[in-house]
């Protein structure tokens, strides 16, 4: 687990405002179910939300 955010803490008011804090991308081994990772995560009741990283293109 790699934080997103590592210079937030949860002594920060304005990192825990904006939901900085505790934000972790994972990388794992390639062929990972991730379907199955994320229903995991998702069922744990320590994460608030496990989600795919999926690049958004803006026009």
């Known amino acids: 687990m790699i934080p997103v955010f590592p ?5 920060d008011p304005i990192a825990v405002r ?7 991308k994972l990388v794992v081994p390639a ?6 990772m994320i229903q995991e995560y998702g069922a744990d ?11 958004v ?3």
């Open 7 to 11: 210079e937030a803490s949860l002594d």
């Open 18 to 24: 904006y939901g900085l804090a505790g934000v972790y």
């Open 31 to 36: 062929g990972t179910n991730l379907n199955a």
């Open 45 to 55: 009741p320590n994460v608030a939300y496990a989600e795919l990283n999926q690049p």
């Open 57 to 59: 293109e803006t026009k």
